[in-house]
Nanobody
Framework: QLQASGGGLVQPGGSLRLSCVAS????????MTWFRQVSGNEREFVAA????????HYSDGAKGRFTISRDRAKNTVYLQMSNLEPDDTGIYYC????????????????????WGQGTQVTVSS
């Protein structure tokens, strides 16, 4: 299962760090990815970490402001979010695939089998 945490209320320009811990799941190669969902809309891709390759991928909105990283020993992926904007508000979900994904599939929620419960991020003054 995946356990996401770290959300909260922050003012514009502030920072948050989200965490996603994977437990009871063991694959040799996979991607761990963050998506954001605003009520009534589809989940949209934010950032991905391809575990074995060690490569990172970002949405255009996340580039330069967000950093995805991992701790191998803890089976954890982090999303450091800086210079937050009101449009970053939403529920952030972490997801994990059963195998490595080609870049074109990273952004598609249907590529992922495992999902965390979501953590709310609200950016507001």
């Amino acid at each position: 299962q995946l356990q996401a945490s770290g959300g909260g209320l922050v003012q514009p320009g502030g920072s948050l760090r989200l965490s996603c811990v994977a437990s009871g799941i063991s694959f040799s190669s996979y991607a761990m990815t963050w998506f954001r969902q605003v009520s009534g809309n589809e989940r949209e891709f934010v950032a991905a970490f391809r575990w074995n390759r060690g490569s990172t991928h970002y949405s255009d909105g996340a580039k330069g402001r967000f950093t995805i990283s991992r701790d191998r020993a803890k089976n954890t992926v982090y999303l450091q979010m800086s210079n937050l904007e009101p449009d970053d508000t939403g529920i952030y979900y972490c997801a994990m695939s059963e195998s490595d994904l080609i870049v074109s599939r990273l952004r598609n929620p249907s590529s992922y089998k495992y999902w965390g419960q979501g953590t709310q991020v609200t950016v507001s003054s």
